[in-house]
């Protein structure tokens, strides 16, 4: 199950908390809602990727890579 969250949208404690790992394009958003992001993820201990492309073909063959290793 794979969820994808708009750059505009206020990060989701009750998102972030349920996730298995998170995967973020760093350049995508603001550095507010990043570290929101961030941080929440770190107090329940959510792994956390980032994207290393802007175009969404290499994004998701990047999660692919991942899941595969």
Do not use: G
Not at 10 to 15: F, G, I, R, T
Not at 33 to 40: D, M, P, S, T
Not at 41 to 62: D, L, M, N, T
């Amino acid at each position: 199950d794979v969820r994808f969250i708009d750059r505009t949208m206020q990060p989701n404690a009750d998102l972030i908390r349920n996730a298995d790992v998170m995967w973020i394009q760093h350049n995508a958003i603001s550095h507010k809602y990043y570290y929101k992001i961030i941080n929440e993820a770190r107090r329940c201990h959510i792994s956390v990727r980032y994207f290393a492309y802007s175009s969404a073909v290499k994004c998701a063959e990047q999660i692919v890579r991942s899941e595969e290793a």
